[in-house]
């Protein structure tokens, strides 16, 4: 008799629901169905960590050997799902070829046993059994569901502080490229003898550094990895200062318009939550329109319905409305817009918008789209407005003194060679006696051997980080003023009170009121 060879084409074309295992039983290959109704299943592990024989005290290797001689039938269960599966067995030179097929289980109720098939057709049990046999699918199915919607969400979760972790590695190390670029722009327009051409074009690195900054610090409030997020944020000077970020988003095919109503207005919620949310809308403003377009972010102060309380007055609410000029949504679309895992474009999640009004409802909120084919759609957002609020300062007020520059010996640390470079010769030429360390462990061995005034230092460096090289020196020097430098704001609480914070890439103004601020200098602007 000549041997069986199959293929993976072969099996794909005969069967939809095939597994095909070596000898030593692993899941080698296995057809579409499989992924679908066993989700966990995954080649390469034993086949019999997903199914049981029938009946379960039957040794499956001398199942499978049984069934392929004598051209049996044989059946599995899945042990996740509880299905039953059912078909034949085909002996390969390496392995079985299992060609399974779902059986249809009896409808049976829990704990009884009891068998439609032990009723006549015309008893009236078997429409109650039916119906619980129905209610039963439907609860595991919803079931199903709650797990996969679970699961979805801790896959979201883990993506985002995924994503957060590596924004903050990105802003770190591409403010540190800015402060490099600016500090040496700065550098050349202080030579002498440059031309009016020379001027601008220096003048032209100066303003696209002073553009990624600003970007790079949306993406740090975006993400929360930038100042540490308010209890409130005031709507239009957010959508102000995010502009670049919202425009990026949508690529340059689509123009972002803000038509801003609602000057000083507060919402009570971070500005990270807030910009999610209109990230979500914003992507599916986007998809909306394949061929370019416009969307207008409006802001305005609307008063809430009446109260029971007469005296008391409506609640104000603050309304951001964003709107596009798309493809719009048919009526059945728009009544399913903010259901979870309804998509309107036909591929995705569907939680965008679902999320979106999860939002607005958790601050007190609401939301509601208006659209029509063709027309576009309207997103409002509803947002309840709070009292406005002092932000508490993150820093301690200036400290007394009296120095000048010229009587300052400042410590230098910094791992990037060309941002030490440019740093130094910056602070020299303001008139500070400067020295120089690439790593924390270096500053301390010069620390041991010459007093300094004052400490600036990178907060991110490989041996020994700025915040720790800032507690050993205040140990080693007691007395010494402490300016830290980086690309992210860390959390103020690893600050002592005294200390000051510059954020790259460093503006020179900024630098000298924080020397001001340590040591009570009187510098010149």
């Not at 290797?61 to 085909?90: I, K, P, T, W």
């Not at 046993?113 to 078997?126: E, H, M, R, T, W």
């Not at 553009?211 to 540490?228: K, M």
């Amino acid at each position: 008799m000549a041997e069986v060879v199959l293929t993976q084409a072969h099996c794909a074309a005969l069967f939809a629901a095939y597994l095909i295992v070596d000898d030593d039983l692993r899941i080698r290959e296995m057809g579409p169905y499989y992924p679908r109704s066993c989700s966990p299943i995954r080649p390469g592990d034993l086949v019999d960590a997903y199914f049981a024989t029938v009946p379960a005290s039957c040794d499956l290797r001398a199942e499978l050997d049984r069934v392929a001689s004598n051209v049996g039938f044989l059946q599995l269960r899945c042990r996740e799902q509880h299905l039953l599966f059912g078909g034949c067995v085909l002996r390969l030179p390496d392995g079985y070829l299992l060609a399974l097929n779902q059986v249809p289980q009896p409808a049976t109720i829990d704990h009884h046993q009891l068998d439609i098939a032990n009723f006549g057709k015309s008893d009236p049990a078997v429409p109650v059994l039916m119906l619980l046999s129905l209610q039963r699918a439907l609860l595991e199915e919803a079931q199903q569901n709650a797990l996969e919607l679970s699961r979805e969400r801790e896959r979201g979760f883990d993506l985002a502080n995924q994503v957060q972790r590596v924004a903050s590695y990105i802003v770190h190390d591409f403010n540190n490229f800015l402060s490099i670029i600016d500090l040496n722009a700065h550098r050349l327009l202080s030579a002498p003898g440059l031309g009016e051409r020379e001027r601008r074009m220096i003048g032209i690195i100066l303003e696209t550094t002073q553009r990624g900054s600003e970007l790079v610090g949306s993406l740090q409030r975006i993400t929360g990895t930038g100042e540490q997020a308010l209890a409130s944020i005031v709507v239009d000077e957010a959508l102000v200062a995010d502009r670049a970020f919202l425009s990026t988003i949508v690529g340059a095919a689509i123009g972002v318009r803000l038509e801003l109503g609602a000057p000083g207005a507060r919402i009570g919620t971070s500005r990270t939550e807030f910009f999610n949310c209109l990230t979500n809308l914003l992507i599916n403003a986007r998809d909306a329109m394949p061929a370019g377009g416009t969307i207008t972010i409006t802001t305005r102060i609307e008063a809430g319905p009446p109260t029971a309380d007469p005296l008391q007055p409506p609640p104000a609410y603050v309304t951001v409305v964003v709107r596009d000029t798309g493809i719009g949504m048919d009526a059945e679309t728009l009544a399913r817009a903010f259901e979870p895992h309804y998509s309107t474009k036909g591929h995705g999640s569907g939680l965008g918008l679902s999320s979106v009004l999860e939002f607005t409802r958790a601050i007190g909120g609401e939301a509601c789209v208006d659209s029509a084919p063709g027309k576009g759609a309207a997103v409002h957002l509803y947002l309840p407005r709070v009292a406005d609020e002092t932000p508490v300062a993150l820093l301690a007020p200036p400290s007394a003194g009296a120095a000048t520059p010229h009587q300052i010996r400042i410590l230098l640390v910094d791992d990037e060679p060309y941002a030490v470079e440019a740093l130094a010769e910056m602070l020299a030429g303001e008139g500070f006696a400067v020295s120089t360390a690439l790593s924390g462990t270096a500053a301390l061995e010069l620390a041991r051997r010459q007093h300094f005034d004052l400490l600036l230092t990178d907060v991110v460096m490989p041996d020994l980080d700025g915040i720790e090289l800032a507690r050993r020196m205040s140990v080693l020097s007691p007395g010494i003023g402490v300016v830290l430098m980086s690309g992210y704001m860390p959390p103020a609480a690893q600050f002592e009170p005294a200390w000051q914070f510059a954020k790259k890439p460093l503006d020179r103004k900024v630098l000298l009121a924080c020397f001001d601020t340590v040591l009570g200098l009187t510098l010149p602007a």
